[in-house]
């Protein structure tokens, strides 16, 4: 009899406190997410201000057979546009161009190297600070330990580019995944990174193409121009390498870019220079500038 009394009693605090609890928590994720939204709308707040255009052109050309292209002394090879992702694994015995960074133990594909060097030196000049990588090259079986510590949020293995060493993860001190986005030099690197030939991966407004989160930390080199074009146009690598109809030449800032299959391409008559980058999709981008 005495027994129900209390318990009775005690009903409505706890409800209380539950509500109360509930409601910390609900108004915190609130806060959270607006906040963080407010600073991802703001970093990325002047790209897409100019977009760049990709005309259709028709320079002269002549037909070369690919290893023959590939010999020229004016054109070098790399791994810059390969597009890499869950539909897209990469070969079992891929063999990428890596290196070791200036001695500092960090392994990255050679193509990377001077674009980090300068936009590491920038970050450096404007923030004083030193834009650290926590991850950049990693064997299939490095990303498959990966896979063990981060669970869902690591890419199956073949379809991470670490393991190609075009991707960097980054950070500065006391801010790292994705606290990089609350600090200025962060943030610039989300907005600037383009013009250094890298991309932001995964950005927050590329969830629907990429299937990936916003990773403002996680930076791709793709190079120039392609970079400045994708980051400006608010558009994901995939939909970028899409875009590119074969057997189609662009003007994309000043560049001609190709994208071709077979053993036979299609290349300006003249030129200085010239990228070759394999697609992964069985197909080469060529980058004339
Ligand atoms: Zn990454």
């Not at 869902?152 to 994705?178: F, T």
Request: proline share 3%; charged share 25%; hydrophobic share 40%.
């Amino acid at each position: 009899m005495s027994s129900e009394k209390p318990t009775k009693s005690r009903i409505l605090p706890a409800a209380l406190l539950i509500i109360g609890i509930i409601a910390i928590i609900a108004g915190t994720a609130a806060y959270i997410r607006s906040e963080y939204g407010y600073i991802i709308s703001d970093a990325f707040a002047h790209i897409g201000d100019e977009k760049k255009e990709a005309e259709i052109i028709y320079p002269q050309t002549v037909s070369v057979a690919l290893a023959d292209f590939l010999a020229d002394p004016r054109v070098e090879q790399n791994d810059a546009l390969m597009l890499i992702n869950t539909d897209h694994l990469l070969e079992d015995d891929l063999s990428a161009d890596i290196e070791e960074y200036k001695d500092s133990g960090v392994l990255m594909n050679v193509c990377a190297e001077a674009a980090y060097a300068d936009i590491a030196k920038k970050v450096d000049e404007l923030f004083g600070e030193k834009l650290y990588i926590s991850s950049a090259y990693r064997t299939a079986e490095e990303q498959a330990e990966t896979i063990a510590e981060e669970g869902k949020k690591a890419q199956e293995v073949g379809a991470s580019e670490h393991q190609a060493g075009l991707a960097l993860d980054v950070y500065v001190k006391y801010h790292a995944g994705i606290a990089f986005i609350d600090v200025d030099s962060g943030k610039w690197v989300n907005e600037n990174c383009g013009d250094y030939g890298f991309i932001i991966r995964y950005p927050y407004y590329g969830v629907a193409s990429t299937g990936i989160e916003y990773e403002p930390w996680h930076l791709r080199f793709v190079g120039s121009p392609h970079a400045e074009y994708i980051m400006s146009n608010r558009i994901t690598l995939e939909e970028y390498i899409e875009s590119l109809e074969l057997n189609e030449f662009y003007d994309i800032g000043g560049f001609t870019v190709t994208r071709q299959s077979g053993d036979t391409v299609e290349v300006p008559q003249s030129f200085a220079h010239a990228e070759v980058s394999r697609d992964n999709l069985g197909n080469v981008v060529i980058t004339v500038g």
